[in-house]
């Protein structure tokens, strides 16, 4: 009790008894029940505030009593937290140490005390994901879900269990429940865009990619219109293998109005011609392919075909015509000099293959020579060939990816190691290194 409520109540009863000294008089005091009291008025101030004191007396120990235990609680959610925090930032610590042994106890622990700790349910699921165990991963995963059912990161974290798990259909659903919350999540378009990949889906990954180009905050827009040239010539090739040769033709000169020099739209296009008894209609358009792109392999389908109509001449001088333009080009010498030796011209395959420097680039070409001189019935000289060829394996002519290195011996559009398309060439002479 403070000075001032000392003083307050002495005022008070000063006041009091001045009034009992002017106030003798009694008077009367009605009460429930039809009781009647005759009192005195200085007694019913008196009774009045006592009552009162009472009461507030009452109320203030409610509200005290009340702050009291809120701030016990308080206190002790204070203490539960606190504890949480140092059990999560010693997990966190043993997560950043790569010590999955040190960081699992205490998450563990938080949940004893806190089941539905979100943090704690998806770092422990990013555990178990680093330990290889999918389905625990997902079921930790889901259990943060279902303690805060928008987690974007709860649902991007079970997308990746579901592809690590090679369930693609239900890595789709949830990355659609992700763009239901934020239709502009860039990570999840990426996703989806991913999921509709694996299930070659190329229609709808176009459309996801259309997306993902116009989004505002995407970094590299060069190469995801790459990407979408992509989608369309995969569409496209989907649509050939299934006989619908109107789209895949539109599919495929719409890849090449995004991208003059993709190789892969310029062979479809013209298989689409081909299947479509368009033959000189496709040769025309090789032709129009390898002035724009100058690709060996565009050059060598060309030549396939020239040479199934039954018209090597033709291909013969384009051959020459490009050696006009560049005349030192080892690539353009070696491919004429197998070209005359596919059409038993021995003594021209000879005469090509010697404007070469050298055959030590790729052994391929010694194979050659070693053929060439068997036709000559020179053995000494083949088997010399024959032995360099042998000795710097592989010696067939190979594919190989630009961008990643990576060789096959069949052509394919997309490279399946690195996933770029219209990388793979000829590997002569240093074109790829393997």
């Known amino acids: 009790m403070n000075k001032l409520t000392v003083f307050i109540i002495l005022l008070f009863l000063v006041a009091v008894a001045l009034l009992s000294v002017y106030n003798l008089d009694m008077t009367t005091l009605k009460v ?3 009781q009647v009291y005759e009192v005195p008025k200085i007694g019913l101030i008196l009774f009045s505030a006592i009552t009162g004191a009472f009461f507030t007396f009452i109320l203030f120990a409610l509200r005290d009593t009340r702050r009291f235990i809120t701030g016990y609680k308080l206190q002790k959610r204070q203490k539960k937290e606190e504890r949480i925090a140092g059990l999560y930032s010693k997990a966190i610590s043993g997560l950043l140490a790569h010590d999955l042994e040190e960081a ?6 938080i949940l004893q005390e806190e089941p539905e700790h979100v943090n704690s349910l998806l770092r422990l699921g990013d555990i178990a994901s680093q330990s290889d165990n999918h389905e625990k991963a997902v079921e930790y995963y889901k259990k943060a879900l279902g303690a805060q059912p928008s987690s974007i990161e ?12 090679g369930r693609p259909e239900n890595a789709l659903n949830y990355v ?3 763009l239901e919350i934020d239709p502009d999540n860039l990570t999840a378009l990426e996703r989806k865009r991913a999921a509709l990949e694996k299930l070659e889906h190329w229609a709808d990954a176009m459309d996801v990619q259309k997306s993902i180009i116009k989004h505002p905050h995407l970094l590299n827009q060069k190469a995801e219109g790459q990407r979408l040239t992509g989608y369309k010539y995969e569409f496209a090739r989907q649509s050939l293998e299934m006989g619908e040769m109107d789209r895949a033709g539109k599919l495929f000169r719409s890849a090449l109005r995004y991208d003059k020099d993709f190789v892969p739209a310029y062979l479809g296009a013209a298989e689409v ?3 479509q008894e368009e033959t000189e209609e ?3 358009f090789l032709k129009k392919g390898f002035e724009a792109t100058g690709s060996a392999v565009v050059l060598a389908r060309l030549e396939d075909m020239l040479i199934g109509i039954g018209d090597p001449e033709e291909i013969i001088r384009l051959y020459r015509s490009e050696l006009v333009k560049k005349p030192d080009d080892p690539v353009l010498k070696f491919l004429l000099g197998k070209l005359y030796y596919r059409l038993e011209m021995v003594d021209d395959a000879f005469d090509a293959l010697r404007g070469l420097e050298t055959c030590d680039q790729y052994p391929v070409c010694y194979s050659l020579l070693g053929e060439l ?15 360099k060829a042998m000795e710097i394996k592989p010696w067939r002519l190979f594919y190989c990816c630009k961008t990643c290195g990576n060789f096959a011996s069949e052509w394919a559009g997309r490279c399946p190691d690195c996933g770029s398309w219209s990388t793979y060439t000829f590997n002569i002479y240093g074109k790829c290194k393997i």
């Open 154 to 165: 709860a649902l991007l974290s079970i997308e990746s269990e579901m592809q690590a798990l």
């Open 282 to 284: 496709a040769l025309e």
């Open 273 to 275: 011609l081909i299947r």
């Open 32 to 34: 429930p029940f039809y």
């Open 373 to 387: 001189h068997m036709r000559r019935e020179n053995y000494e000289k083949a088997a010399k060939n024959f032995r």
């Open 176 to 178: 659609e429940e992700i």
């Open 104 to 109: 699992k106890p205490p998450l563990e622990e």
